[in-house]
């Protein structure tokens, strides 16, 4: 059984990581979406809200687990018996961070191999920060992120 980590933070989560996702489970047996707990990034939603969007936003998806991880990325794989970590690929800017990440990720597990996947170019240009910023300017989140995200955001601004 091909299983894959999908790690990241998913602060929160986008179009552009669930079109990934997506992918990944066409491919692999079972998808694990996992939150990495970072202590030293400053986060915008705790990580239990993160997993519990995810969760709500992925219901569509059979051969997904959602869950969260702290420490080593490749210790969590080993532990939860993948081969393969997946990471989305934006722009070239991405690249170099994504490439150094598995280089090193390798060095320390040649079993566990990174695979990147390319989003769709309507997704592109989606990052968790820039939907931030326009949710905090008070823009339209809706076409950049899952209904539960939206809901969530808006939801929690009037309280
Ligand atoms: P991290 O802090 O680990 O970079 P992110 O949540 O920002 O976590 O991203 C997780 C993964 O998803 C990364 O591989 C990132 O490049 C990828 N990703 C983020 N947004 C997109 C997008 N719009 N299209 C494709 N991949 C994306």
């Known amino acids: 059984m091909k299983i894959a980590i999908y790690p990241g933070s998913f602060d929160p989560i986008t179009k552009g990581h669930l079109d990934v996702l997506h992918t ?7 998808v694990i979406i996992a939150v990495a707990k970072n202590s030293e990034k ?16 992925v219901q569509h998806l059979e051969n997904v687990e959602v869950d969260s991880f ?44 990174t695979v990147f996947l390319i989003t769709k170019p309507k997704y592109n240009f989606i990052s968790s920060s820039t939907i931030k910023e326009i949710f905090l300017n008070g823009g ?20």
């Open 24 to 30: 990944g489970t066409e491919i692999f047996d079972k």
């Open 42 to 57: 400053k986060s915008f939603l705790t990580v239990d809200e993160r997993v519990n969007l995810i969760k709500e936003s």
């Open 70 to 113: 702290e420490g080593l990325t490749i210790e969590y794989a080993k532990r939860k018996g993948a081969q393969i970590l997946l990471r989305g690929l934006r722009a070239v800017s991405d690249f170099e961070y994504e490439m150094q990440l598995s280089q090193a990720n390798s060095a320390l597990s040649s079993d566990i191999k």
């Open 140 to 159: 339209d989140i809706s076409k950049f992120v899952p209904a539960p995200v939206e809901e969530y955001l808006n939801k929690r601004n009037k309280c």
